[in-house]
């Protein structure tokens, strides 16, 4: 065999080798590291009354707020009839990891209907934390003062009729900004073909 071919051949076959040992490598995960967090330690948490709890947030002092209470996504769920009450708990994780309290919410009308929803928060310079509720009927986002413990009393409502529609979830981004997201509706009517 000519001597140019057999050193075609060879490096041909050298890079053809070098790139089935790194594919066969990668795919069989040799060389990558799993830590298994699964199952984990799960456990149920006691102290709720209200059921529907639909979001949570850890504030920077390890406590978890957590949200309770969506009643209108019962079936024929009557509101002027109900006297249910929407409940914010707090879990203390320096504490506990398996009970939680309920908050006192103050300077919301006690007659008012109160389904809190999306829940985040915001920190100030001062270490100080406003927390900002989603609540439906009516809709609107509730900032709250928290005074560290286990009242969060109402300082500001946010409302727009025309884009808060079915409120959902809410990320804060100032003391007086946020995202949030609207459920339940298109921005287009799709049509069920
Ligand atoms: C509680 O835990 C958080 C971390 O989640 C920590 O930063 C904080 O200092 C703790 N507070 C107390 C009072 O131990
Ligand atoms: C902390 O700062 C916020 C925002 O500027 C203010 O509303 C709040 O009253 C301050 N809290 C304290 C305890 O100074």
Redesign the pocket.
């Known amino acids: 065999m000519n001597f140019y071919l057999k050193v075609l051949l060879l490096t041909l076959s050298t890079v053809l080798i070098q790139h089935f040992s790194r594919f066969f490598y990668i795919v069989q995960g040799w060389g990558n590291s799993l830590l298994k967090h699964y199952p984990g330690d799960c456990h149920v948490v006691s102290g709720f009354s209200t059921y529907g709890s639909e979001d949570m947030t850890l504030l920077p002092d390890g406590k978890v707020l957590i949200s309770s209470g969506m009643f209108g996504l019962q079936p024929n769920f009557d509101y002027s009839k109900s006297q249910a009450k929407g409940i914010i708990y707090i879990m203390d994780t320096n504490k506990s990891f398996t009970s939680v309290e309920k908050l006192d919410v103050v300077g919301w009308p006690e007659s008012a209907h109160f389904e809190p929803h999306g829940i985040h928060y915001w920190e100030?310079?001062?270490?100080?934390v406003?927390v900002f509720v989603i609540l439906h009927m009516p809709e609107v986002v509730a900032r709250f003062?928290y005074d560290g413990r286990k009242t969060l009393t109402l300082?500001k409502v946010y409302e727009d009729k025309q884009l808060f529609r079915d409120l959902n979830g809410i990320f804060v981004t100032s003391?007086d900004s946020f995202y949030v997201t609207n459920i339940f509706h298109a921005r287009h009517q799709v049509q069920p073909s």
């Open positions: 100030h310079q001062n270490k100080s406003s003062t300082s003391e």
